[in-house]
């Protein structure tokens, strides 16, 4: 733990409705005031004039594949990604392998973060053992061992009276489960949205309903058990509107949204002839839940906008370059996001509503003050998380230069706006692009 001042920058702090220019001081690893410009400094300084300073990000959705997917991502390089990204949490995702069905598989997480690790790692423990759909993991074990959420994310939890056990046991446990919402029947050899875009490149698209069914279920699951449920990774109009409806009915479901469900339509999949004429097909636009339609896109904003969706999460999904380089059937579904995360944001909604959507928002949507006190906020006692962007700098994506072993984006080549220039995590540097 460390002093550190960050000087003289915009301080937006949604957690406190504080937006001014100050010093934000930290010593000992925690932020100790929000002071007026130009005080004594404490510790190391860092000049932000002309540059927005707010708490560190908060993703409660990424893929670090450790342990048993190494060549996709370590924790070592995920927390890397994640720090460039101005996130110094991030909620880890227990598809691995082994799955994170075990106190054993948490403490081990907890261990590397800790070693290896240079922002805050949370693991999320499985549903169902193995992730397997049949029988429930030991969630008390898991919730005692430290995990901060349930979810089998990238398997559905396919079995209602399943689900609805893991949500009564969840709800006594007070731990949200996350549920990654599909149908099976519905998705099945999907490959992408189903729309004008698949029936034109000849692949098997996955309709909308495919999602939409399976949130109306958790939903009714939801009020059925007074449990909470949360909605990964939304991506449909129809998606959104159930959760609005669900809302205003006063039941226990919140949801996320992706930056890239936020500004990428199915067309991006689509990226023009190739050499004798053929269509070409973009790999790294393979994702799941798909890239849907601009209607899509703009319910999603709009959702994000007035509330009915709570927060920002990237997905973080690496892949090895031979996941992707491949036929589209056969390629890897997921988008490496950490470190383009923020700039996607700007480009959907405002600044002020960015910054709120990744830092306190995630993080009541998990109750992860229970685990983290002051998480999100700059509160005085809050870990010394923050980050230093310029929401006005342009750059070139360039997948090569990623700090995470995950090269994967449509985006490789597009100029952005908005960049992050130095992440704090516990008072330490531990990103300076200045």
């Not at 007026?36 to 990000?57: H, N, R």
């Not at 991030?90 to 907890?110: K, W």
């Not at 904003?301 to 009915?308: I, N």
């Not at 490496?336 to 009541?364: D, F, H, K, N, Q």
């Amino acid at each position: 733990m460390s002093d550190i001042t960050v000087r003289g920058g915009r301080v937006l702090d949604p957690a406190n409705g504080f937006d001014a220019v100050a010093d934000v001081v930290v010593r000992k690893g925690v932020v100790v005031e929000l002071a007026k410009p130009g005080g004594k400094a404490s510790g190391e300084t860092i000049d932000a004039a002309g540059l927005v300073v707010c708490p560190g990000f908060v993703d409660i959705h990424a893929h670090l594949r450790e342990p048993g997917f190494e060549h996709k991502e370590t924790i070592a390089t995920g927390t890397q990604a994640a720090a460039r990204g101005g996130f110094t949490t991030v909620c880890a995702m227990p598809n691995t392998e082994p799955a994170t069905d075990s106190a054993g598989a948490v403490e081990f997480i907890l261990r590397t973060a800790a070693a290896k690790g240079v922002v805050r790692v949370l693991p999320i423990g499985c549903v169902t053992k193995g992730r397997a759909g049949h029988e429930l993991a030991e969630l008390s074990e898991l919730a005692d061992a430290g995990v901060v959420a349930f979810s089998d994310d990238g398997a559905p939890v396919t079995d209602a009276a399943l689900m609805r056990r893991a949500l009564e046991y969840a709800g006594m446990l007070q731990t949200p489960v996350i549920d990654h919402a599909e149908e099976p029947a519905l998705a099945a050899g999907g490959v992408m949205h189903e729309g004008w875009v698949s029936t034109r490149l000849g692949l098997r698209g996955v309709p909308a309903a495919a999602e939409e069914t399976a949130v109306a279920r958790d939903i009714a699951l939801a009020e059925t058990t007074g449990s909470r449920v949360h909605i990964a990774h939304i991506s449909t109009a129809g998606s959104v509107e159930l959760v609005r409806a669900a809302k205003a009915r006063g039941l226990p479901v919140t949801a996320e949204v992706t930056p890239h469900h936020l500004t990428l339509t199915h067309e991006a999949v689509l990226t023009g002839p190739s050499e004798g004429g053929a269509l070409a097909y973009d790999t790294n636009a393979k994702v799941n839940p798909p890239l849907r339609t601009p209607e899509d896109v703009a319910a999603c904003v709009a959702g994000l906008l007035d509330a009915t969706i709570d927060c920002i999460a990237t997905d973080h999904a690496p892949h090895a370059t031979q996941d992707k380089l491949c036929e589209f059937d056969a390629a890897a579904m997921g988008i490496s996001g950490l470190e383009t995360a923020l700039a996607l944001c700007l480009t959907a909604i405002p600044l002020e509503a960015a910054v709120e959507r990744l830092t306190i928002a995630p993080a009541t949507t998990l109750e992860l003050a229970r685990h983290v006190p002051g998480i999100g906020s700059l509160s005085k006692g809050a870990p010394g998380d923050v980050v230093i962007i310029d929401p006005e700098a342009e750059w070139t994506v360039e997948p090569e230069t990623f700090a995470s072993l995950g090269k994967n984006t449509p985006l490789a080549g597009r100029t952005l706006k908005g960049r992050v220039v130095a992440t704090v995590y516990g008072g330490k540097v531990v990103y300076d692009a200045r």
